[in-house]
Structures are given as C-alpha cells and as structure tokens.
C-alpha cells in the first residue's frame, strides 16, 4: 500500500543551476549545501524524491526525471512535468540549457527532445497492430488570459469541462505530428510567439505561463481497444521582485499578473497540502488547467529550479518551501481505457456470476441464521464456511473474462441438506435439464440482447433525432420570436415614420404659409419704398432743376451786374448807374435768401431719404434672411422626406423578407411537431395512425396558410394605401417646390429693383452732396461779392468825384500851368490804357459766364467761377492802384504849384494795397499782402471769406 500511495504523490524533483557570469563577476556565495540525493540544506534541510546539484548532466536529469514517464503507461495515463522557477534568470537558463538545449548533441540536449524521441522510438518498437495517433497544442497564460501560439489570431480562449469534468482549452489549435522535427518545429513556432520583455535580470525573459500538450491516442486493430494518453509540460513564469527586475509600465502589469497566478498556485496546493474542503482551482485560469494534475487523475512530476547565489537567498528559500508542499499532494490515477462492446459484455456477465455466488452465499446465511433463532443447533460441518466462500468469489474474478460458462457450484457444498442417490440422480437429471434450457435461454438472451442492442442504437438515433428536431424547434421558434419582435419593431417603425410625414406635411404647409405672408409683406413693403423714393426722387429733380435754374439766373445776373459796373465806371451817367447796382443787389441778397431756405429744405428731405433708404434696407435684410431660412427650412424638410420614404421602402422590402421567413419557418415548425407527434406514437404505441396526424397536420398547415394569405392582403393592402400617400406627399412636395421656385425668382426680381434703387439713391445722395457744397460755395461767394461790390460801389462813387473835381481844377488850370500839359497826356493815355484792359477783362467773363450757364453748377465750374474772379480783382486792384499812383503824382505835381489843395484832394482814408497771388499745385490761393491794406477797401474777414472759397 505503500508503493502504490508513493506512486499517486506528486513526484517533486530540485535542481540547481550553476553561477552565471554576474554572479560569478558580482563575487556571490554559493549557499546551498546537499546532504544524500533527497535532501538540500540551507539553513535546514528541505527533502524532496530527488536533488540535483549544479554538475549534474542533461542525460543523468533526464534519465531521472522523465525517462520514466515515456517507459511507463504514457498512453494509459495522464503525466504532467511542472517546471517552477525560482526567479527570472533561473527561467531562462534552465529554458535554454534543461529543457530545450542543443538538439543535435547527444549530451546537451534538454529535456523537450529527449522526451520527444523516446515517445517515437516507442512508438516505433510497439507491434504493427497499434496504431498510434499523435496531436500537440502550445498556448500560454499572458495576463490571466489564454492565448493560442500555434495560431496567433486565437486570443482569450475559455476553459471548459468535459463529460468527465476533466478541464480543457476550448478552441486551442490541435497539430498532428509524425516525426520528432514536426514536434520541434510547433515548438519553436509557438515559442517565437511568445511574449518576452527585457529586465535587469533577464534579457529574454518571458512574461507568461506556456504549456505544451502531446496527446496520444493508441488502437488495436485486432482487438479494438483504444487507449489514450497526455503529457503536460507546463513552463511556469519565474517570481518576480519589482526591486531586482527593474519593472515599469507594461512590463510592471505583466509582472503582477504571473506573481498573483503563482499566488493563487501556491494558496491551491497549501489548500491541497492541508486538506481543505474546498480548494480554489477558479481563482486562475493556470490553477483551473492544472486542476486534474493538482489532486486529480494525473501523474504530475513537479521540477523546482533554484539559484545558488545568495543574492536569490530569499527566493530560493520560497521556491523550496513551495516544492515541500506540493510533495504532500495525492492523485488518483486511473487508466484511460475505452472498452469495446464485447468487452463491456463480457464484464457484465462476470459481474452477474459474482452476483449470483454473493446471493447464494446470502441465501445459505440466512438459512443458518433462521435455524440458530428457531432453536436449533446448526452442526459444524453445516455452518457457513467465510474462508471457502471467499474462495470462491476470489476464483470468480480471476475467471477469464471469455469463459462464459460459470463454475457449477458442487452439491455437497449446499449446507444443510442431506439427499439419498435417488434423489441425487433426479436432481443430476433436473440439473441437466435445467443447463440445457439455461443454454437455450443463453441463446435467446444473446438474441434478445443483440435486440435490444439494435432497438437502443434505433432509439438512440430517434432520440438523437428528436433532440436535433427540439432543437431545431427551438432555433426556428427563436427566430420566429426575433422575426416576430422586428416585424413589430418595423409596424412601429412605419408608424413613426408616417406620423413624421404627417408632421412634415404639416410643418410645410405651415412654413409655406409663413413664406406667402412674408414675400406678400416683402412685396408691399418693396411697393411703398419704390414709391416713397419714386416721389421724393420727382420731387428732388423738380427741386434740382429749379435751384439750377435759380443759380443760373443769379449767375448771369452777377454776370450783368459786373458788366454793368464796367460800363459804368467808363461812362459819364454815374447816378444812374449806381441807383441800378443798388436795385440789382438788393434784388440779388433776395433770391440768395431764398435759395439759402430752399437749400436747407432740400438737406433735411435729403436726411429723410437716408433714413427711409435705411429702414428699407433693414427691412429688406430681415426679409432676405427670412426667405433664406425658409428656403432652408424647405430643403431640410425635402431631404428628411426623401429619407424617410427610403427608410419606409427598406423597411417594406425587410418587412416582406421577414413575412416570407415566417411563413418557412412556420411550416417547418408544423412539420418538426409533425415529426415529433409521429416519434411520440411511434415510442407510445398509440392507436391513432400516421396518416390521420398527417390529415391534421395537413389541415393546420391549410389553416395556417390561410391565415397567412389573409395576412399577407391586409398587409398589402396597408403597402398600397402606404403608396398611395406617398404619391400623394411627393406631387405636394413638387407643388411646394414649384411655389418655391416661383417665390425665388420673385425675390431675384425684387432684390435687382432694389438695388437698382439703391443705386439711384446713392446718385441722388452724390448730387445732393455736391449741391450742399454748391450751396455753401454760393453763400460765401454771395457775401464776398456783396461786400466787394458795395466797396466797388464807394470806390466808384469815390474815384468819380475826385476825378470830377481833379478836371475841373485842371480846366481851370491849364491856362496857369502849361508847362505840366504833357504830363496830364500822359495820364490820360495810361487811364485809357486801363479802361482798354477792364473791358478786355469784362469780356473774358462775360465769355467765361456764358460757359458756366451751359454747364451744370459742379465743383469744377465753382472753381472755375473762383479763378475768374480772383482774376478779376487782381486785375481790378492793379488797375486801380496804377491810376491811384498816377493821382498821387498828380497831386504832388499840383503841390508844388498850389500847396493848398493838399489835403482835399486825396479823400478820406485813401492808401494803396497791392496784393500777390501764390499758386500752389496749379491753384491759385490765399493771396500774399505786400502793402497794408485800406480798411475801407477790404477788410479781413472779408479777405478771409473770399479766399476760402
């Protein structure tokens, strides 16, 4: 009982790696202390079934650890070789050097090759009668998740349980192999696929749990017996110290992933170890695979890989602690033998042949047992012999399972009864008797066995059919419900759509009529600003060509009025010349008062056109923003009835595609409980027949045909009403359209005639601008020229008297003063010269007037009146200080001969101004003053106010 409980142990083996180069550079100890082949020390002994130290060749660890499994009963058996590592660096050295190695050295080859070549030449040694199928699998645990390495795609895999609720990877990839290359080849697929990171321990060091699956399934051709087979071998991620590994980021979550599945592996077997009722496989999905080798029905092998150096002291001091405790774990192993259906046959009736001693044994018990309570005193020899019986129940079960006659019990071993030989030969004959038709009822068992073998393989197949019908049933009576559920969802949703497009219809009815009212109110308003600008324009051009008739009448009056004084300082009649000037200027300050009030009249009709053009143009923005946005409003009212006559189509065309799946699967529901009422009579033998189900089967599927032709008008008869108010939206939507397009080119024409009246009113606005300058042009020249005439007037008045009185003095005189005769001449020479050059100058403005009526009063004409004038009183002054220079020689002349007359010959405030004209940038200016000017002549403003014109 011993060995066989050491064999259901797991098998727990240490090994140590030697000291790498930065231990070795580092200086480390070598710590651990080995005391026999089971036991280490380090700082007290740990015993495991074997230790092996750093020396330790790749054939000598092989040999004892692995060789066994492969010698073994690997295809009868589940065996599992569970690799822990103590650390990261341990990891990879034993990955590289224990269990892969060099494959084609005969003493570095690791583990994996070595097992892998021993399973083929197995194979190859077993007699030709064994077929042998072999398949492999490779995936890893990478944070908590399963993922397949022999097909990348596969991630996140679910563990399930088979009918022996033994643990599998569902979905994993499944390789057969035929040769041990094949085998190394998925292996180094898969390990290419693994998930590796850099450390400060390790440079490849793999972040996950990997487990490598052979499975191995043997038959015998002869016999028919199946035998299968697994091999684990599990590589599980080392333990890591964030402080030593040097972990961040990623690498950081990998590493909390494989120390909380280690966690979780170490609370299992601890549970394992103490004997718990309930053990947490499912706290992780590497415990929940590993669940059948931890306490299960699997020979698990257990290698615990360690580090020497003391700087791993803490780590390989866990890593054995964890070995000493999964050596205590127990499985149960069993063989995984398939029986064929001779076998089974044959393990019934032996177990019937021991059934039957056992109830004869019980038989001849109770017997004895009855005659001891009677009273009566069972002799020795008829009491019951438990040695003899278990003889014979010990030499029932090592009867070969082919001999299927049993033993015949022999008579004297019958306690209790005693038989003469008559009575013996008639119970031999009996016996005979009772053997023959025990053969004959063997022979009908057999047949009827063979029988009810035929009838359960047929009601297997009609319960396998019955349950593919159940659950065909059940699919179609699921989609029925979906289809059903989406019929409604669509009826709901060709609801909502209809109620949208009756609100749509609405809406634009609604919007269409807000857009009439306001082009209606666009249209009038429009109607009143044409005909407000309309008439105040008249008005102003009625205005306009009044005040340019106005001014062209003043114009030639001023015009007149200067040739007039020309005229009049030439000639003699100088009374009634000034009368007339009076009366003229008099007349023309009226008409300037006048045209000054009708000035400002027109300024404040001109504000109030600005103010009307403005509003209008206000008025006319809001109504062009308004027609926008219903114009907007129209197009998205368009699109979302397009869409939703789209939706309501795909919703028909879904709607009918679902009809037609009802309508299939609901005669195939019919015809599956057809079927399933014909297999009910069939297994309930009842009276009723086939062909009546089938009548009725017939007469519901007429009944559910009906129902649905009924169905499928009322449906189209909705879709033709559905269609119909859909033409109906779509030639409304065209009127709309239409109305639309209508009312567009209506507010094309609208807004050209307003800008085209915008135009006209800024035209307006510019001559209105240009007469307000006219204007003030006027107003000053007005005051200048009233002002220059009226010291014209005087002057003239003035220049006439002392002339008057200077000839008659000099009439008198020419009899006194003959000697200054020639220079009188020559004064009166100089003074027709001067009159010869005012009439020139009266001429070019009469010219120049005449001009200036038959061109319209602009700023250019303005400034070309201002020339002329100025021109005229440049020439005027220079004429009259000429002459004025001549009277004062005059005078002096007439001084020396008559010192007397002195002071009354020169008039009251009379001096002499001369004046320069500077022009700059070709216009003449403000005029420079070379002499001091006469108060009575010009005063300053008055220069100021002629000159700033």
């Not at 009867?399 to 306690?415: C, E, F, V």
């Not at 001429?843 to 005449?850: G, R, S, Y």
């Amino acid at each position: 009982m011993g060995d066989a409980a050491a064999e259901c142990t797991i098998k727990v083996v240490c090994r140590f790696r030697p000291l790498n180069s930065a231990e070795v550079a580092r200086g480390d100890q070598y710590i651990p202390k080995f005391k026999g082949d089971d036991c280490v020390l380090m700082g007290k002994p740990y015993y495991f079934d074997r230790v092996f130290q750093s020396k330790t060749t790749q054939e000598e660890f092989y040999n004892a650890v692995a060789q066994k499994i492969v010698k073994g009963k690997l295809c009868t058996m589940k065996y599992q070789l569970l690799l822990f590592f103590a650390t990261d660096s341990v990891l990879s050295y034993f990955y590289h050097h224990v269990l892969k190695g060099k494959l084609h050295d005969p003493e570095m080859m690791g583990i994996i090759p070595r097992i892998v070549q021993d399973i083929f030449n197995y194979i190859y040694s077993m007699d030709e009668n064994l077929e042998f199928h072999i398949k492999v699998s490779y995936f890893e645990i990478y944070l908590d998740k399963i993922r397949d390495l022999l097909d990348v795609s596969k991630t996140n895999l679910p563990v399930h349980e088979d009918k022996n609720r033994v643990p599998y990877v569902k979905g994993c990839t499944e390789r057969f192999v035929c040769t041990p290359d094949e085998v190394m080849e998925a292996i180094d697929e898969g390990k290419n696929n693994r998930s590796v990171a850099v450390t400060n321990m390790n440079e490849h060091s793999s972040r996950s749990h990997s487990i490598f699956l052979i499975n191995i399934k043997q038959e015998n051709s002869k016999t028919e017996q199946k035998l299968t087979g697994k091999l684990y071998l599990v590589d599980l991620a080392g333990s890591e110290k964030v402080g030593k590994t040097g972990a961040e980021g990623t690498v950081l979550d990998e590493a909390k992933m494989i120390n909380k599945s280690l966690s979780a592996l170490g609370i299992v077997i601890s549970a394992l170890a103490e004997g718990s009722s309930y053990i947490p496989y499912r706290d992780s999905k590497m415990t929940r695979i590993l669940q059948d080798s931890l306490g299960g029905n699997c020979r698990t092998t257990m290698v615990i890989c360690c580090s020497p150096s003391a700087y791993n002291d803490a780590e390989t001091r866990s890593t054995l602690l964890f070995g000493q405790r999964a050596k205590t774990i127990k499985n149960q192993v069993t063989m995984n033998v398939e029986l064929t259906a001779e076998q089974w046959k044959s393990k019934w009736e032996k177990e019937k042949e021991k059934n039957k001693t056992l109830r004869n044994t019980v038989t001849w018990l109770e017997n004895e047992l009855n005659r001891w309570r009677s009273g009566e005193s069972v002799p020795a020899d008829e009491q019951f012999d438990k040695e003899k019986a278990k003889e014979e129940v010990q030499a029932l079960e090592s009867t070969h399972h082919n001999d299927k006659t049993p033993p015949k019990p022999a008579l004297s071993s019958l306690p209790g009864v005693k038989l003469t030989d008559a009575e013996k030969e008639k119970y031999e004959a009996e016996m005979a008797k009772l053997y023959k038709e025990l053969d004959d009822k063997d022979d009908e068992i057999n047949q009827q066995s063979q029988l009810v073998e035929t009838l359960k393989q047929q009601m297997l197949d009609q319960e396998e059919l019955l349950a593919s019908s159940r659950r065909d049933h059940h699919t179609l009576q699921t989609e029925l419900n979906r289809l059903l559920a989406e019929n409604e969802a669509s009826k709901e949703e060709v609801k909502e759509v209809l109620q949208a497009l009756e609100e749509l219809a609405v809406n634009y009815d609604q919007k269409s009529q807000e857009v009439e009212n306001k082009t209606k109110e666009f249209e009038a308003l429009s109607e009143d600003s044409l005909a407000s600008i309309d008439s105040e324009l008249q008005k102003l051009k009625e205005m306009t060509n009044h005040q340019k008739k106005r001014v062209t009448e003043m114009m030639s009056s001023l015009l007149k009025d200067l040739a007039e004084i020309g005229i009049a300082v030439g000639s003699n009649d100088i009374k009634e010349s000034s009368g007339l000037i009076d009366e003229e200027f008099t007349v023309a300050r009226l008409y300037i008062s006048k045209m000054k009030s009708e000035v400002k009249t027109m300024v404040k009709r001109s504000k109030l056109l600005e103010s009307t053009q403005t509003e209008t143009t206000q008025k006319l923005d809001e109504t062009e923003s308004e027609l926008t946005a219903c114009q907007l409003r129209i197009s998205q009212q368009e699109a979302k009835i397009k869409s939703l006559t789209e939706s309501l189509q795909n919703v028909e065309q879904k709607k009918r595609q679902l009809e037609e799946n009802v309508d299939s699967l609901s005669e195939e529901i019919v015809r599956t409980r057809a079927q399933e009422k014909v297999n009910a009579m069939e297994k309930e033998n009842e009276i009723q027949s086939a062909n009546e189900v089938k009548e009725a089967v017939e007469k519901q599927i007429q009944t559910h045909r009906e129902a649905h032709q009924r169905q499928i008008s009322s449906l189209r008869d909705e879709l033709d009403a559905k269609e119909k108010l859909i033409t109906e939206l779509q030639d409304l939507n065209q009127q709309i359209m239409l109305e639309q397009e209508r009312l567009r080119v209506e507010h094309e024409k609208l807004k050209a005639a307003d800008q085209e009246k915008s135009r006209q009113l800024e035209e307006l606005t510019v001559q209105q601008d240009r007469r307000e300058q006219a204007r003030q042009d006027l107003k000053g020249l007005e005051e200048t020229v009233a002002r220059e005439l009226q010291t014209l007037h005087n002057l003239r008045r003035l220049f006439v008297q002392d002339l008057s009185t200077r000839l008659k003095k000099n009439a008198q005189m020419d009899s006194e003063d003959t000697e200054s005769s020639a220079a009188q001449k020559q004064k009166i020479s100089f003074l027709e010269n001067n009159l010869e050059q005012l009439t020139r100058v009266h001429k070019q403005v009469e010219i120049d007037a005449n001009k200036v009526r038959r061109v319209s009063p602009t700023q250019t004409g303005i400034s070309r009146l201002k020339a002329l004038f100025f021109l005229f009183c440049f020439k005027f002054h220079s004429w009259y200080g000429t002459t004025m220079t001549y009277a004062a020689k005059s005078q002096r002349w007439r001084s020396a001969s008559v010192t007397t007359s002195t002071g009354a010959e020169k008039g009251p405030g009379c001096s002499f101004v001369s004046y320069q004209l500077v022009p700059q940038d070709g216009v003449l200016t403000q005029p420079r003053q070379v002499t001091e000017s006469i108060p009575m002549l010009f005063s300053r403003h008055s220069r100021v106010s002629l000159f700033q014109l």
